[in-house]
């Protein structure tokens, strides 16, 4: 038995984010050990919760992994821990098809209870018809309650509570408005300064959550049997050399994309922005992140830009996702004091100039016919995207061909798309 929830809400801005973070700090603040999960492919996010409770968030997606696969990684990540906290991702039942995908559909998967949490800025009574239509939309939805956000006075949490009341639903409490309660820039990186300005904000969460929660009635509410995992027998330990790159520059990495690498071989990380030297490798992943926003650091180590260089001309097996790619280009530009030289191994540049959001599901299918999930976010383009024939046709979410293309050059893959494999064996992608 123990707590454990997910949190949706009507729509993105409801205060989910605020909510969420509050809670994950309240409970580790009470010595519980919080286990986060994320709804959806968001690799940022994810960063907030392991801050707030030491603990890596994993992502739970239906697009990415199948459902028994979402199922294990949540009883396998959740087992030791004392509580297992949700984040759902934007409406409750807002879905890449109508509900797939959804907070709701994890939820039901995982037979978890929902706590609603609803900005209550403009409305107050009329708020009880909302609350009756989600409670009744989707009958098998097990709503543990609701939770108000930027509630203006006493008399309004009143008229929320009678509004929670006569929709049927359990009121756990209401977040005042809070001046000053901005979340932080999503684009923080790993630096020390962003975890001090990521801790403040959620200490300040916190501090509201207890204040103005019923948490005593909440873990009581949503406390339940826990279902274990399947016992997996272990794999033979791989012989690999896995070299990861991981620092403020290079952070969008999914947990279990990690635990997949580990049965590989070994993992080393390093920092390119630091110019650690590049490890003993038989594999090199450079994941997506912030090199637009360190550009003048990772060009200060024109030595490891050399040996990455080196290690590609070689054929040395890279694969290079967004930000990695960027950083495989010869240079960034658009950027701030820019532009700056990065590896050199693909015939390209980078720019930031006249950026536009890049954003969706995507199905990959290589040239050997195998498929692999993925999710593409970016604001950057290359200035010479047909430097290469693509190995793969991408797909969205609806089926339909994207234009977004996966390079090869000799055994380095590189391309915008975050690719998740928790499911397969990453090796064949260089088949």
Same mark, same amino acid.
């Given at each position: ?78 087992a030791d821990a004392d509580a297992c906290i949700v984040e759902g991702v934007m409406g409750l039942f807002d879905g890449y098809d109508r509900m797939k995908g959804s907070s709701a559909e994890i939820a039901q998967l995982l037979d978890l209870p929902v706590l609603l949490v609803v ?157 650690? +030297?590049? @490890? ?8 997506? /992140? *912030?090199?637009? !926003?360190?550009? #003048? ?56 100039e006249g950026a536009r959001l890049h954003l969706g599901y995507r199905r990959v299918v290589d040239r050997c016919g195998c498929t692999w999930p993925g999710h593409e976010f970016h ?23 994207? +234009?977004? @293309? ?8 590189? /391309? *915008?798309?975050? !690719?998740?494999? #928790? ?9």
């Amino acid at each position: 038995m123990k707590p454990q929830l997910l949190i949706g809400a009507i729509g993105s801005g409801s205060g989910k984010t605020t909510l969420t973070m509050g809670l994950l700090r309240a409970l580790q603040r009470q010595g519980l050990q919080v286990q986060p999960f994320k709804c959806g492919p968001d690799y940022i996010d994810t960063r907030f919760h392991s801050v707030a409770t030491g603990r890596d968030s994993v992502n739970l997606d239906t697009w990415l992994a199948s459902p028994g696969h979402v199922q294990d990684l949540y009883a396998r990540y959740g087992a030791d821990a004392d509580a297992c906290i949700v984040e759902g991702v934007m409406g409750l039942f807002d879905g890449y098809d109508r509900m797939k995908g959804s907070s709701a559909e994890i939820a039901q998967l995982l037979d978890l209870p929902v706590l609603l949490v609803v900005s209550a800025r403009s409305t107050a009574y009329t708020v009880a018809a909302l609350l009756h239509g989600v409670k009744t939309f989707r009958p098998g939805l097990r709503l543990a309650g609701v939770v108000f956000n930027q509630v203006g006075s006493e008399r309004h949490a009143t008229m929320l509570r009678e509004a929670s009341e006569d929709a049927g639903l359990p009121y756990f409490g209401c977040l005042p408005r809070a001046e000053g309660l901005e979340i932080p820039s999503r684009h923080l990186g790993l630096t020390l300064a962003a975890e001090e300005q990521m801790n403040r904000w959620i200490d300040c969460a916190a501090d509201l959550v207890k204040a103005h929660i019923d948490l005593k009635g909440l873990l009581e509410a949503c406390t339940a049997g826990f279902r274990k995992a399947e016992p997996v027998a272990a794999p033979a330990p791989g012989l690999l050399r896995i070299t990861v790159a991981r620092d403020a520059a290079f952070n969008f990495i999914y947990r279990e994309n990690l635990a997949r690498l580990a049965g590989l071989g070994p993992v080393t990380f390093f920092s390119p922005l630091a110019g650690d +030297a590049l @490890p003993e490798t038989d594999l090199l992943y450079l994941p997506g /992140g *912030y090199p637009e !926003l360190f550009a #003048g650091g990772l060009s200060a180590h024109p030595e490891l830009m050399a040996e990455i260089r080196g290690f590609a001309e070689s054929g040395g097996r890279i694969l290079a996702e967004c930000g990695g790619m960027i950083y495989l280009t010869r240079r960034i530009v658009g950027v701030e004091n820019g532009p700056f030289p990065m590896c050199g191994v693909l015939p390209c540049a980078a720019t930031m100039e006249g950026a536009r959001l890049h954003l969706g599901y995507r199905r990959v299918v290589d040239r050997c016919g195998c498929t692999w999930p993925g999710h593409e976010f970016h604001y950057s383009r290359l200035d010479n995207p047909a430097m290469l024939p693509s190995v793969a046709q991408q797909f969205n979410a609806r089926g339909e061909a994207v +234009a977004t @293309p996966l390079y090869r050059y000799k055994n380095v893959i590189a /391309g *915008y798309t975050h !690719l998740y494999w #928790g499911e397969a064996d990453l090796l064949r992608l260089w088949d």
